[in-house]
């Protein structure tokens, strides 16, 4: 008996591997739930692609994981199962390298410095880097700063974190980041954070407001210190097999829309963002502002040296540094 994921990714697969034309949706995935900015961002390209070319071009999406985990619809993207696919950057830390520049911490001075280098230059050289790796990069999303969290004590300085277990994702440059931090790097799945705080399994954690106000962590760790230390976006993909198979007009009147998308998202997570923040501070969460970001900021030059492995990498990481904004 076909599993579920299996069931729904059969029909997808077979109608990927025939010629290209309008006839069918794009087929799109999102691990998010249906109302999350990202996904919001995927319909909103259905409604333009709709509008722009009389239904003749159209997005079916499967949000919430419908499809499996990002890992696996990565895979069918590249395989040319899926054509579009909105992953988070770090499973293609191991596949593009030069990903990896967005994930370093403390690149970004604040938001609108990491806009502009998505926007610019950079941002487009690293979406071009996919291309050899069976994906085309369409544009980025935002994934907000991520902020260290814990039930223990105020986080001012790295020596507040020393000791302390905190929950990171399963990535190496995280690890690395915490450890560099004097803290005890522990990679847990996301959906079990809760308990593990709850249990004393991790001292805390890190992530953005909308994450850690969703998630509950809010509940068990108090202390919400905004370090701001990652600010790595999430970025949509096109299988290139899709792209080969597409016209040029289909293929602008495809950019177009994922570029126009971007500000849709970029409202909505916004506001989401905003309502987030409000939420956890009206239930009296105690937030540290005066973070010495100087401090943390100097600590990770190990981190730096370690995954900026190329020069081309290294030359990313420092454009982006020196844009001005």
Same mark, same amino acid.
């Given at each position: 008996m076909l599993r579920r994921r299996e069931f729904l990714l059969a029909p997808l697969l077979l109608t990927a591997c025939g010629k290209g034309d309008r006839t069918r949706p794009l087929f799109a995935a999102d691990a998010h739930p249906d109302e999350y900015p990202t996904v919001q961002a995927l319909y909103a390209i259905d409604r333009l692609l709709d509008e722009r070319t009389n239904g003749e071009m159209r997005v079916r999406v499967y949000a919430g994981g419908q499809l499996g985990a990002e890992k696996d619809t990565l895979e069918i993207t590249i395989f040319g199962g899926l054509d579009l696919n909105r992953i988070n950057l770090a499973p293609l830390n191991s596949i593009v390298p030069e990903t990896a520049v967005l994930a370093m911490p403390f690149l970004f001075r604040s938001i609108p410095h990491l806009r502009a280098a998505l926007d610019g230059p950079s941002g487009r050289t690293i979406l071009d880097a996919m291309t050899d790796f069976g994906l085309r990069g369409m544009c980025y999303y935002d994934s907000g700063a991520r902020s260290f969290y814990n039930t223990v004590r105020p986080v001012h300085t790295p020596e507040d974190l020393a000791g302390l277990k905190i929950r990171v994702q399963n990535s190496d440059i995280y690890v690395a980041m915490v450890?560099? +931090?004097?803290?005890?790097?522990?990679?847990?799945?996301?959906?079990?954070?809760?308990?593990?705080?709850?249990?004393?399994?991790?001292?805390?954690?890190?992530?953005?407001?909308?994450?850690?106000?969703?998630?509950?962590?809010?509940?068990v760790a108090r202390n919400y210190s905004l370090t701001r230390h990652v600010m790595a976006p999430e970025v949509l993909v096109v299988s290139m097999r899709t792209w080969e198979r597409m016209g040029n007009e289909e293929r602008d009147l495809l950019q177009? =829309?994922?570029?126009?998308?971007?500000?849709?998202?970029?409202?909505?997570?916004?506001?989401?963002? =905003?309502?987030?923040?409000?939420?956890?501070?009206?239930?009296?969460?105690? +937030?540290?502002?005066?973070?010495?970001?100087?401090?943390?900021?100097?600590?990770?030059?190990?981190?730096?040296?370690?995954?900026?492995?190329?020069? =081309?990498?290294?030359?990313? =990481?420092?454009?982006?540094?020196?844009?001005?904004?």
């Amino acid at each position: 008996m076909l599993r579920r994921r299996e069931f729904l990714l059969a029909p997808l697969l077979l109608t990927a591997c025939g010629k290209g034309d309008r006839t069918r949706p794009l087929f799109a995935a999102d691990a998010h739930p249906d109302e999350y900015p990202t996904v919001q961002a995927l319909y909103a390209i259905d409604r333009l692609l709709d509008e722009r070319t009389n239904g003749e071009m159209r997005v079916r999406v499967y949000a919430g994981g419908q499809l499996g985990a990002e890992k696996d619809t990565l895979e069918i993207t590249i395989f040319g199962g899926l054509d579009l696919n909105r992953i988070n950057l770090a499973p293609l830390n191991s596949i593009v390298p030069e990903t990896a520049v967005l994930a370093m911490p403390f690149l970004f001075r604040s938001i609108p410095h990491l806009r502009a280098a998505l926007d610019g230059p950079s941002g487009r050289t690293i979406l071009d880097a996919m291309t050899d790796f069976g994906l085309r990069g369409m544009c980025y999303y935002d994934s907000g700063a991520r902020s260290f969290y814990n039930t223990v004590r105020p986080v001012h300085t790295p020596e507040d974190l020393a000791g302390l277990k905190i929950r990171v994702q399963n990535s190496d440059i995280y690890v690395a980041m915490v450890q560099a +931090l004097g803290a005890n790097p522990t990679p847990i799945p996301y959906g079990e954070v809760y308990q593990a705080l709850v249990q004393g399994v991790v001292d805390g954690a890190e992530n953005n407001w909308p994450s850690y106000e969703s998630s509950r962590h809010f509940e068990v760790a108090r202390n919400y210190s905004l370090t701001r230390h990652v600010m790595a976006p999430e970025v949509l993909v096109v299988s290139m097999r899709t792209w080969e198979r597409m016209g040029n007009e289909e293929r602008d009147l495809l950019q177009q =829309a994922c570029t126009d998308s971007v500000p849709v998202m970029r409202e909505i997570w916004d506001a989401r963002v =905003a309502s987030s923040r409000q939420r956890v501070l009206d239930d009296g969460v105690q +937030l540290v502002e005066d973070v010495d970001q100087a401090a943390f900021s100097t600590r990770m030059q190990p981190v730096w040296e370690r995954f900026l492995a190329t020069p =081309a990498m290294l030359r990313l =990481a420092e454009d982006i540094d020196n844009l001005e904004v």
